[in-house]
């Protein structure tokens, strides 16, 4: 059965950092392109990054570049999202999602984060 | 960046009745490979979003067959053919051919009347 399962999420004051990991299962994790994706209270979906089989290609949209890392461990089955500088704009609950053929099949159920003082 | 539109933004259904939600793009999705990547999405109250339908028609394993998607270029539909009560939530679509970046249409919500 394949699971995802976000972790990390929290509390943090603006300005200040904060790391997500993601736990894979039930699947081969080295095989797939993976994403980060955020969803504000009350609103869509806006996506945050993405990350190559290898870890070698990056990619994120102009809000988080910069500021966002996604990385992955595959030894592990973990994919991870440092984020720095955090704006009460990036509270939200983010998911891991999974890529097969570009396309995103299969979502963790989210982990909080909350930027406020 | 490709735009999606969803319309309508909120759809009322009765159960058993038939309702169609549209996705409208900016710019074509036909990927030169030939392939056109928009997806379907439905996110439940308190879950998770999960794939209904890709390539613009084709259902993802265990999805019931009530569910149908169609559409080319820049005009798409989803289609519910009889509302169960599960099916209430929001649906998304989300666009590939021109990722990075992937783009979301607003959401369509759907909810009994």
Redesign the interface.
């Known amino acids: 059965e394949v699971q995802l399962v976000e972790s990390g999420g929290g509390l943090v004051q603006p300005g200040r950092s904060l790391k997500l990991s993601c736990a894979a299962s039930g699947f081969t994790f080295s095989n797939y392109y993976m994403a980060w994706v955020r969803q504000a209270p009350k609103k869509g979906l806006e996506w945050v990054a993405t990350i190559s089989t290898s870890g070698s290609r990056t990619y994120y949209p102009d809000s988080v570049k910069g500021r966002f890392t996604i990385s992955r461990d595959n030894a592990k089955s973990s994919l991870y999202l440092q984020m720095n500088s955090l704006k009460s704009e990036d509270t939200a609950t983010y998911y891991c999602a999974r890529l097969r053929n570009w396309d995103p099949d299969f979502w963790g159920p989210g982990t909080m984060v909350t930027v406020s003082s | 960046d490709v735009v999606l539109t969803q319309t309508p933004p909120t759809l009322s259904a009765t159960i058993g009745q038939s309702v169609s939600i549209s996705c409208r793009s900016s710019q074509s999705l036909l990927h030169s490979n030939g392939n056109t ?1 928009l ?1 379907w ?1 439905l996110q439940r109250p308190g ?5 209904l339908i ?1 390539l613009v028609s084709r259902l ?1 394993s265990g999805v019931p067959n009530r569910f149908s998607g169609s559409g080319s270029g820049t005009d798409f539909t989803l289609k519910i053919s009889g509302v169960e009560a599960e099916d209430l939530g929001v649906y ?1 679509c ?1 666009q ?1 051919t021109h ?9 369509t919500k759907l909810e009994l009347k």
């Open positions: 990547y997806n999405l879950q998770p979003p999960q794939l890709y993802e998304y989300v590939s990722a990075p970046p992937w783009t979301f249409g607003g959401g």
